[in-house]
Structure formats: structure tokens, C-alpha cells
């Protein structure tokens, strides 16, 4: 309230103000034009040049020459100036003024424009029409000389009226400045007072915010610790359940093993998410950007998603490249979750994931090939979850919220696109810089999987790719264990599958033409990556 108070008051003392201005700007701005105007002095000039125009015709009746005519001819257009200038401007509207009911000015005017005929053929011999103009002067001497007697009297009452007007603004103004001070006090004790309630006020805020920042923090402590207790226990749980369901089981119990690992890694991941969130509300959330393969991506995708359904394959696009930069744990997560999200609404044959990229940006697509009621109201809570409190936040809005959260918090953008063919894509787009490949696409034959798995461990790079059997692209290196049963057969098939490939025997081998390098002590790691360092150089 007293802020609206003070508020008031410096309104009312503006109006207080403007009022004084412009009262007294009125009456400098009635003075000024008085001065400026001067009708006293245009009357009089209206007077004298008349008597000149008077004095000039009696001139030349006594003296009728040229010279005299042409005096006369003079005066008469000075005079005449001066009774034009009584037509125009405030000038002559103040003189007419001055002549309402008395009708001076009309008879002067009649006078010019008579006598300007007369002049016009007038000669220093026309005697009868020089006297004739004399006698209509000497009737109008008197007329003009009580006009001008008017305009004295007129212009002295209104320089009186103006200097009272002056007079009773300077008082008026005086009151209004004293009215002004005490208004500017009035304010000033009105505005320290509601400084001081906005600063307790503020004060207040401070300790409040300070209360929820402790309040959030102990939140995410306890969040983070619940996260961490819980997960250790489901660990214990997914490590049994994986070494259970490599065991010969019957259909319904591998089933139902499954089915238990699979809810038991969801919400593993459900509580990693949930910690994430936390971090990124408190902003102490991290992104780890490092390069990655984006056909790895896609494959952890699947990997994660592949549960009691089977999901479609996630579809690169062919100019993909080979390497790009960014979180690939992160990315992985945001699609798990927006993926799990559409799954509980429709059959997981209705939905693909595919991949590309604009050269600046990780761009996924997320299909709903069939549109429902359902997937409906799922995409616009998706895209209303912003709107809704976090303390409002449903069990359904839970993946798309740290879905979003991991999406904004790695400066990326999701939006739902519909399609002509009335299908609706949840495209999220992610800052990921491309990378130029140097990788070494490696392809190891071994003759048991634990060697293998040695061996990768030990050849592990950002610059080396493991290939399976399986995959179709071409292959850059084969390393090839000596000790394998049917060498030549062996080495048949794999010349024939990996054309253009180098072949490194680890260990001495039985046929060392079909080699292009020996290793001669495979389980020496350190030469067997400077052979494969300076074959990947050449």
C-alpha cells in the first residue's frame, strides 16, 4: 500500500508542476506577443504616414511639378502597405479589435482604393482632383487620430491586465512549489519506508531460498544414496539371473527368467535416470562427451530394449559417419527412455529408430507407424511435460521428464513431427561433431572365445574396431591364431571372405606364405600392438 501512496503523491506533485509551467508560460508566452506585436506603435505608423500622404497632396497643389507628383505617388503606396497590413496576421486582427463599432479602418480603407483610381490618372494640373483628395484627408485626420487614441488606451489595459496575470501566477506558483516540497517529503519518508519493508522482504526471500537450496541438496543426497542402496541389491539380483538363464531351462522358466532380468535392468536403469535428474535440478550434472561409433549406439539401444518384445533394428542412415562425438551413455539413455515410453502404449512392431546426421547434429527419429488414442495422449504429455509441476509429475510422465532433462541438458531440441502419411515422429536432435575415421576395422580368429577375449582386452583403442563374422563391410586387418585345426582350409575361406585384408599370424605358423606378418610370441601384447601400430601407419 504505501508504495501505491508514493506513487500517488509523485503523480500529484508532476501534476502540481506542470500546472505552475505552464500557467506561467502562458502568461510570458500573452507578454511576449504583446511586446512582439507592438500595436501601438503599427497604429501610430498608420497615423503618421497618413499625415505624410496628407502633407505630400497639399505639397503639390501649392507646387503642382512632376517631382512633387511623384512624392505623392510614394507616400501613397507606403500608406497604402500599412492599411494592407491591417488585413493579415494577428497584427491586423488586433487592430480590428481595437475598431469594432467605430469603423476607422473601413473609411481608410475606402479611401485607398478611391483615391488609387484617382491617382492613377492624377497630373500636377489636375487642381479640382488635388483638392478633392485634400478635403477627404482632412476628414479622416481626425478619425485616425482617434483610432490611434483607442489603441493607446487598449494597449496599456491589456499590458495591466497581463502584469496582474503575471503577478497572481507568481503567487500561484509559489504556493504550488511549497505544495511541491512538501509532496517530495511526503515521498521521500513514503519510498525509505517501503526500501526498508523491500529490504526485509528481501532478506526474507534470501533465508527462504537458502532453506530450499538445503532442502534440495539433502533431497539429492538422499536420492543419490537410495539410488546407490538400491542398485547394489539389484546387481545382486541381475548377476544370478544372467548365469541362471545360461543353464539348460524348460521354455517357461527361461521366460520367466527373462522376463525378471529384463524389469530388473529397466529399473536399474529407471534409478540411474532418477539420479541423473537430480543432478541436473542441482546443476551438478556432467556430460562426458567422447568419441563413439554410432553403430555401436544403436546396437546398445537394441540391446537394452530387447526384453519380452522384439524391437525393431535401428536403421542408420548410409552417410552416417564412422565416429562422432558426444555422451554415448547419455544419448543411449534418452532413447531407452522415449522409446520404453511409446512401448507401453503400442506393439513394439509399429515403432523404429533410425539415425542420421546434418554434419553438426546426432539426429534420431522415433516412428509411431500407427496412430492411436493412446500414443496420442502420450506425445502431448510428452511435449507438456514442461507445463506440469514437478511435484504433478504422473508415473507416466517419468521417462519423458528425464528424457527431456538429459535432451536439454545436453543443448539438444525434441519436438513431435507429424507425417503426410499420418504417422508422428518424436525427432530429438543432439550436438554431435563428426570425426574423421582412422580406424582399423580387426577381425580375430582364435580358436576358443576366452583367447579371444584376451586378446581384445589387450588390442582395446579408440582407433580399433572388432568385426564379427557376420558383419558384411570390409575388413582391414585379420589376426589369425597359429594353433587353429585346418590352417590351409582355414586360411582358404578367409582370403576368400576378407579380400585385401593383411593377415598376421600370432604364433609361428605351418604355412607362412599365407601371411603377411608373424607374431612370434602372440602373448607378448606390447609386440603384437607395435605390429599392428605400424601396420595401421603404412
Not at 502562458?26 to 507592438?38: A, E, F, H, P, W
Request: proline share 4%; glycine share 6%; with cysteine.
Amino acid at each position: 500500500m504505501p508504495r501505491y501512496v508514493a506513487v500517488f503523491v509523485l503523480l500529484a506533485m508532476a501534476v502540481l508542476v506542470a500546472v505552475g509551467f505552464v500557467t506561467i508560460r502562458r502568461d510570458v508566452t500573452s507578454l511576449k506577443t504583446i511586446s512582439q506585436d507592438n500595436i501601438l506603435w503599427t497604429a501610430s505608423q498608420l497615423e503618421i504616414e497618413f499625415l505624410k500622404f496628407q502633407l505630400s497632396i497639399a505639397s503639390l497643389a501649392v507646387e503642382p511639378t512632376e517631382e512633387r507628383l511623384e512624392h505623392v505617388h510614394e507616400r501613397f503606396d507606403i500608406l497604402w502597405s500599412r492599411v494592407d497590413l491591417m488585413g493579415d496576421g494577428p497584427v491586423g486582427s488586433m487592430m480590428r479589435q481595437y475598431d469594432e463599432g467605430y469603423h476607422s479602418l473601413e473609411l481608410i480603407r475606402d479611401f485607398v482604393w478611391d483615391v488609387d483610381e484617382v491617382l492613377a490618372a492624377l497630373t500636377p494640373q489636375s487642381s479640382e482632383n488635388i483638392q478633392t483628395i485634400i478635403d477627404q484627408t482632412r476628414q479622416l485626420q481626425d478619425e485616425m487620430h482617434l483610432y490611434t487614441l483607442r489603441v493607446v488606451r487598449g494597449d496599456a489595459d491589456a499590458s495591466a491586465a497581463v502584469r496582474d496575470r503575471i503577478q497572481r501566477s507568481s503567487q500561484a506558483t509559489a504556493l504550488i512549489s511549497l505544495g511541491a516540497v512538501l509532496l517530495s517529503i511526503l515521498s521521500l519518508v513514503l519510498i525509505l519506508r517501503e526500501n526498508r519493508r523491500q529490504k526485509e522482504i528481501a532478506d526474507l526471500n534470501r533465508r527462504n531460498a537458502e532453506e530450499a537450496e538445503k532442502s534440495s541438496r539433502a533431497k539429492s543426497r538422499f536420492l543419490s544414496m537410495m539410488s546407490h542402496e538400491l542398485r547394489n541389491p539389484l546387481n545382486g539380483i541381475l548377476g544370478p539371473l544372467t548365469l541362471l538363464s545360461q543353464d539348460n531351462l524348460s521354455g517357461g522358466s527361461h521366460r520367466l527368467v527373462s522376463q525378471a532380468k529384463g524389469c530388473s535392468q529397466s529399473m536399474l536403469n529407471m534409478l540411474s535416470g532418477m539420479l541423473d535428474y537430480a543432478e541436473i535440478q542441482d546443476g551438478r550434472f556432467l556430460l562426458r562427451p567422447a568419441p563413439f561409433d554410432p553403430n555401436q549406439l544403436g546396437k546398445s539401444i537394441e540391446a537394452a530394449l530387447d526384453g519380452d518384445v522384439q524391437v525393431r533394428a535401428v536403421t542408420l542412415a548410409e552417410d552416417m559417419p564412422e565416429r562422432i562425438e558426444g555422451d554415448e551413455e547419455r544419448i543411449r539413455q534418452i532413447f531407452v527412455y522415449l522409446y520404453e515410453y511409446l512401448l507401453e502404449a503400442t506393439g513394439a512392431e509399429t515403432i523404429s529408430l533410425d539415425f542420421s546426421h546434418d554434419g553438426d547434429n546426432l539426429v534420431g527419429n522415433l516412428k509411431v507407424l500407427e496412430t492411436t488414442p493412446a500414443i496420442t495422449w502420450k506425445l502431448d504429455l510428452l511435449m507438456g511435460i514442461t507445463e506440469v509441476a514437478p511435484d504433478q509429475v504422473s508415473a507416466d510422465a517419468l521417462r519423458p521428464l528425464i528424457a527431456r532433462g538429459l535432451v536439454r541438458a545436453c543443448s539438444g531440441k525434441l519436438d513431435v513431427v507429424e507425417g503426410d502419411d499420418d504417422t508422428q515422429t518424436v525427432r530429438v536432435v543432439l550436438p554431435a561433431e563428426a570425426l574423421e575415421s582412422n580406424r582399423m576395422r580387426l577381425h580375430l580368429e582364435t580358436r576358443s572365445f576366452a583367447l579371444a577375449t584376451i586378446y581384445k582386452a589387450a588390442l582395446k583403442s579408440e582407433n580399433v574396431t572388432f568385426v564379427s563374422d557376420t558383419d558384411s563391410e570390409p575388413v582391414d586387418m585379420v589376426l589369425v591364431d597359429s594353433t587353429s585345426v585346418g590352417e590351409e582350409h582355414l586360411m582358404n575361406r578367409l582370403r576368400e571372405q576378407y579380400p585385401g585384408a593383411v593377415f598376421i599370424s600370432l604364433g609361428p605358423p605351418d604355412s607362412p606364405d599365407f601371411f603377411d606378418d608373424i607374431v612370434e610370441t602372440p602373448n607378448d601384447m606390447g609386440q603384437l600392438r607395435s605390429s599392428i601400430t605400424s601396420r595401421m601407419a603404412s
